[in-house]
């Protein structure tokens, strides 16, 4: 079992920056970030995903704006979120996988959530 937790959210003005932490209990190839928010029928949306490897993907709604990256040492995951949008407010969730994920935006192959942290953007 690997146990994630999640900080760094918070409030900010739309055109700000905050940065997620991801903290694992144990090193796992597959990360990612997904989002979700408040309302009935909303599923979680993938945001980005990483994998030990290097390759990334992103959401096409955050491109060019949100950077992934891992620290293998400290099996800790980040999201620099710039350039933030009202759109951008949800609930954060960090998952991890032990292996490779052919699509990592896809919540279902993720076997290990995290609690989540808030972002909520004001315009």
């Known amino acids: 079992q690997v146990q994630l937790v999640e900080s760094g959210g918070g409030s900010v003005q739309a055109g700000g920056s905050l940065r997620l932490s991801c903290v694992a209990s144990?090193?796992?190839?597959?990360m990612a970030w997904f989002r979700r928010t408040p309302g009935p029928g909303k599923e979680r949306e993938g945001v980005?995903?990483?994998?030990?490897?290097?390759?990334?993907s992103y959401a096409d709604s955050v491109k060019g704006r949100f950077t992934i990256s891992k620290e293998n040492a400290e099996n800790t995951l980040y999201l620099q979120m710039n350039s933030l949008k009202p759109e951008d407010s949800a609930m954060y969730y960090c998952?991890?996988?032990?292996?490779?994920?052919?699509?990592?935006?896809?919540?279902?192959?993720?076997?290990?959530w995290g609690q989540g942290t808030q972002v909520t953007v004001s315009s």
């Open positions: 144990a090193y796992t190839y597959s």
């Open positions: 998952a991890a996988f032990p292996g490779w994920v052919r699509n990592g935006l896809l919540d279902d192959v993720y076997r290990y």
């Open positions: 980005a995903h990483i994998e030990g490897s290097g390759r990334t």
